[in-house]
Structures are given as C-alpha cells and as structure tokens.
C-alpha cells in the first residue's frame, strides 16, 4: 500500500517526501495522531532524530526548519477551506441520508457544516471601523442578500426579531439555518457572489467568495436541497458559540475501514445467501409449474379429442336428421299425392252414384206415374192387365238391378272410405314416429350443442389458464435468468473478495512490518522529543521568547495602532505577542491547552494551512 493520502478530493500530497506529512495510516496509531495534526515536518531522511513542532514555535537556529512553501498562503488557505466544505458537505448529505430522519440542531455532521461555512465566509473579510473597536463579522454581506434577492427579506427580518440574538455574528449564524431550512442557502450566495463590485466593500481581493472556490463551494451547496432540517434557533446560544473544525471526524484509522469492509462482505453474503434461497424456491416453483403444464396440456389433448369426437358425432346426427327431414318430406308428398288420388276417385264415384241416383228416381218417378197411369186405366180395361204386370215386372226387376248397383256402389265408396281412414291413420301414425323421431334427433343435438359449448368455454378457460401460466412460467424465466446474473455477480464478487482477502492478507503483513518500523520509530522519537525539549527550552532562552508583559507593549504588533482604553491588549497563546481585539479574534486549540484559545491572525492562519496539509 503506498504511503499517502486517499484520492477522495482532499488535496495533499501523494506519497510521503521530504518535508511533506507523516502517511495517513501513521495517524491512526499512537503519538503520530498529535504529530500529524499538529505539523510535525522532517527537513530529510537521514534526519530523523531531529522533528520538531512547529505549532509550538521552535525557532532556534541550530534546528532544522521546513522551507517555505512556493504557493501564495491565501490559496493555500482557499484550497484547504474548499477541500473542507467538500468534506463537510459529503459527509453531511451521505449521514443524513442514511440517518433517514429529519436532521436538528445536535445533529454533529451538520453542527460541523455551520462552522465551515462560517470560516468559508469569514476568510477574507475586511475589518470595518466603528466608533469604540474594529469590527469584522460576517453579517454585513449576508445582510447585502435581502437587497439582491427580494425572498431573503423574511429571513432577514426574522433574524432581526429573535429576542436572544446580540452580536451580528450569531444573527450570520441564525441566517445560515434558516437558509438551510428553506433549502436556498445556494440560491442566496449564488446571488451574493455574482454581485462581485458589492462584495468587494466587505472581502479582500483574495477573499475565497470573491474567488473561484466561492462558486464551486455555492454549487456543492445545491446538494443539500435533498436535506431536510428542524433547527430551534430561537432557544440556541448562537452568540457564544465557538467556531471549531473537529478534523476527528474525517479521520478513519484501518480498523474502521476493515470493520466498514467486513459489514459490506457480511451483507454481500447474506444477499447471496438470499438469492440462492430464492434461487432454489424459484426453481421449485418452476419445476411444479412445468409438471402443471405438462398435467394441462395432457388433459387439453384428452379435451381436444372428445372434442372432436363430439364434433363427428354431432356432424353425424346433423347428417341423419337432414335425411330423416328429407325422407319424411318424400313420404309426405307421396301420401297427399295418394291421397289427392283417392279424393278425386271418390269425388268422381259420388257424382257418377248422383247421376244414376237421379237417373234411377227419375225412372222411378215415371214408373210409378206409368203405374198410377196404368192402375187408372186398368180399371177401364182389363185387357191391358196382363201387359202392365209385365212392365211392373220389368221395372221392378230394373229396380232390383238398380239397387243392387246401389249397393255395390255403397260398398265400393264405403271401401274407399274406409282405406282413406287407413291411409290417414297410417299418416298420423308416420307423422307422430317422424315427430318423435325429429323431437329425439333435436333433443340429442340441443345436447351435443350444449356439450359442445361446455367443451369450448372448457377449451377457452384451458387455453386462457395455459396461457396465463405460460406467462408465468415466462416471468419465472425472466426471473430466473435475472437471479443467474445475481449470481454470476456474486460468483464475480466472491472472487474478488478472495482477491481482496489476499490484498488483505498481503497488507496486513505489509502493517505488521511497518509497524514494527513504527515502533522503532517511536522509540527514537521518544528519545529525540527528550532532546527537542531541552533544545526549545535553550532555544526560548537565547531568543527570549517568552510572555510578553503588557508594560512593553505599546502599538499592536500587526496593525501597529496604539492601545488605548478602547482598543486593549490581548495575548496570542501561541506566540506570547500582544495584539488588539481585531487582529487576535481568532480561537483554536493548541497542544498545551484542549480548549480553543486566543491566537492572532498570522498564527490562526498558520495553523489552519498546517491542519488541512495534514489531512488525508
């Protein structure tokens, strides 16, 4: 693994060379955190037994000292201000998201967020003369917003009416909240840092808003519109806060990042676990759904057949019905043919029986007339008797004959009669078994078309279930090939997790090794701190670096303005200068004290540069 910082947008140097910062990795063990974080250098490698702090002003000149840098210390100070808010601004956006909750005021990434802004802001600022001090504050420029950006006024008046706010610096800081709640902090310091002619009355030419880092910081800013928060600023002390970058919270020793990687590897298996379980239910279920498909398309088969086997017989019914119909229709026809026949024999007989009917009682009319004319006559003459019997004979015996052709003509139409009657029945009795005959074949076809329906709506429902569960088993694919890739993905991802088990394992020896160098290291260090304390101390007491008393100090060491009772002497705990309130409004932690503490201007600036070098 080579010595250096990661590549996360953080500047710094790559490797570890002369003069450049201790390894990330160094800083998370021992003394090498102090070291690192407060700017230990080493002037080359041969000496190693000569570090020295410089945040605690070794300045003797038979000490080794780091060269200065080539680059302007203002640029310096916008990149190191810039690579912070990227930090902060990261790490407040992937935390909030993943705490997944609406973010208040103790939240610690987003408290972190605020004091980086403030610095961001305050780098730069111009001092501006009052009547009894120096005045230099943030709220002026944030003030300019409401003029540019005609929404910013409710902010601005809100701020102005909270009760618990005194100095302008905790109005700034209660604007950035609310700027933060309203999600238009970017849209405010867009506005702000376009307007470059107004803000030049508040930054330094060199200021970081009136730069390209203002910009780049402003659109980074548009990230946490995905952010939301609940801040109480009416009930907060924002007066009195100290604005302190914790750099303990960037900072991961390898622990941390082997815990990181063990949970991502933990969670890796148990997807894949997961997806082989799936995996194997999935293939149940598709295994069931294929023996369901091959059990349905069977039982189609089956239906198909009956179906067409119905489909025959129904055709053979139709075939028999149509000719029955026609059948019956021949028969039909023939009989009232006969019967037609039959009538007009009939029909002919009665009007011949009519005629000689009438014929014969005409006859008989004129016989009798004949015989009453005879039986008159009869009395006149006897003599004509015997030739009047023999008519009388005569007629009566062509009666006799008469009658007798009668009769048969009765039992000639009586016969016809009667074989009509028998005609007739015998077409009732053919009608009625057609009939019957037609009502069976119409009842057996209602019912084949009846189970020929039931068999199509079967065959529907068949064909709609198969095809809903070839869309299934289509999905069951679909998702089966997709899970096939999850685990050719795992497959992938398990062999580079045995690869970076072995980069692991490879590392961990490389650790072990350089550990060992560590502590041999440490040991010499030990043994070199023993000589550096004795150094600085002969070193302060050649130079005469010691508290300055306030006797000897007359004009402020930056400014070179005259204290007076406005404008007091303060001390750098740093350096042991005296400054004015203007020059020495600065606070940080230093290693004798753990607490932020006075310093001036010059050495906040220093040891800001040194802290965001030592960063990873």
């Known amino acids: 693994m080579a010595e250096g910082s990661r590549s996360d947008g953080f500047q710094g140097a790559k490797t570890a060379p002369a003069g450049g910062p201790l390894p990330v990795r160094w800083s998370s063990r021992g003394r090498a955190m102090t070291f690192q974080v407060w700017g230990w250098r080493r002037e080359d490698a041969s000496q190693v037994l000569a570090w020295m702090p410089e945040a605690e002003g070794g300045r003797g000149a038979a000490m080794p000292r780091r060269t200065p840098a080539t680059k302007d210390p203002t640029a310096v100070e916008r990149a190191n201000l810039l690579n912070m808010a990227k930090l902060s601004i990261k790490g407040l956006i992937e935390s909030a998201l993943s705490f997944g909750r609406t973010l208040d005021s103790d939240y610690p990434p987003l408290q972190q967020f605020f004091v980086v802004m403030e610095h961001c802001l305050k780098h ?33 008046a809100s701020v102005r009416d909270l009760p618990g706010l005194k100095t302008p610096l905790g109005r700034a800081r209660a604007w950035l909240r609310l700027a933060l709640m309203q999600k238009k902090m970017a849209d405010y310091l867009r506005c702000l840092i376009i307007q470059r002619d107004l803000l030049s009355e508040f930054y330094e030419y060199h ?17 946490l519109n995905v952010i939301d928060a609940n801040l109480c ?29 063990d949970v991502q590897i933990a969670a890796i298996l148990d997807q894949k676990n997961y997806v082989e379980e799936l995996n194997r239910q999935l293939n149940s279920t598709v295994s069931s759904l294929h023996s369901r498909v091959d059990s349905l398309e069977k039982s189609n088969t089956k239906l198909i057949e009956e179906l067409a086997i119905a489909k025959n017989n129904i055709i053979k019914l139709q075939e028999e019905n149509h000719q029955l119909r026609s059948e019956n229709k021949l028969i039909l026809m023939k009989t009232q043919q006969h019967l037609e026949v039959t009538k007009v024999d009939v029909e002919t007989e009665l009007q011949t029986y009519k005629h000689s009917r009438q014929g014969l009682d005409e006859m008989y009319n004129e016989a009798r007339r004949q015989l009453r004319d005879e039986s008159q006559l009869r009395q006149g003459s006897e003599d004509g008797l015997k030739e009047k019997n023999e008519i009388i004979a005569r007629l009566e015996e062509k009666t006799n004959k008469i009658t007798a052709a009668m009769r048969q003509l009765e039992q000639r139409l009586q016969q016809a ?3 009509q009657m ?19 074949l119409q009842k057996q076809i209602s019912q084949k078309e009846k189970q020929l ?31 096939r890739n999850e685990t050719q993905q795992i497959i992938s991802l398990k062999k580079e997790f045995l690869n970076i088990q072995d980069e692991n394992q490879q590392l961990k ?15 010499k260090l030990s043994e070199s701190k023993l000589k550096i304390e004795d150094i600085k101390e002969a070193n302060k007491a050649l ?3 010691v508290w300055l008393k306030d006797k000897e100090a007359t004009h402020c060491k930056l400014c070179e303005k005259e204290f007076s009772l406005s404008k007091r002497k303060h001390h750098c705990r740093n350096c042991g200068e005296i400054f004015c309130n203007a020059c020495s409004d600065n606070e940080l932690p230093l290693p004798s004290s753990p607490k932020p503490v006075r310093v001036c201007d010059s050495c906040h600036a220093l040891l800001i540069q040194r802290c965001s070098s030592n960063l990873p």
Not at 207 to 223: F, K, P, R, S
Request: charged share 35%.
């Open 509 to 523: 020896k490389i650790y072990h090794e350089q550990e060992q160098a560590l502590q041999e290291l440490g040991n």
């Open 422 to 440: 028998e005609a007739e029945d015998e077409d009732k009795k053919y009608l009625q078994e057609c009939q019957s005959k037609s009502d069976n």
């Open 124 to 156: 730069g600022l111009k001092v501006r003369k009052s009547f009894l001090s120096y005045n230099k504050t943030i709220w002026g420029p944030l003030e300019l917003v409401e003029k540019l950006y005609p929404e910013a006024e409710e902010i601005g």
């Open 453 to 483: 329906v039931q068999l199509e709506t079967d065959l529907k429902i068949e064909k709609e279930w198969r095809q809903t569960l070839q869309e299934d088993l289509q999905k069951e694919k679909d998702a089966l090939s997709h899970l």
């Open 543 to 545: 130079q005469g670096l």
């Open 207 to 223: 200021a970081l808003m009136m730069e390209e880092e203002g910009a780049v910081i402003v659109g980074l800013l548009v990230g």
């Open 233 to 261: 600023v009416k009930g907060e002390d924002l007066d009195s806060q100290v604005g302190v970058i914790d750099f303990s919270m960037y900072l991961k020793n390898e622990e941390d990042i082997e815990n990181e990687r």
């Open 417 to 419: 009669e009667k074989a």
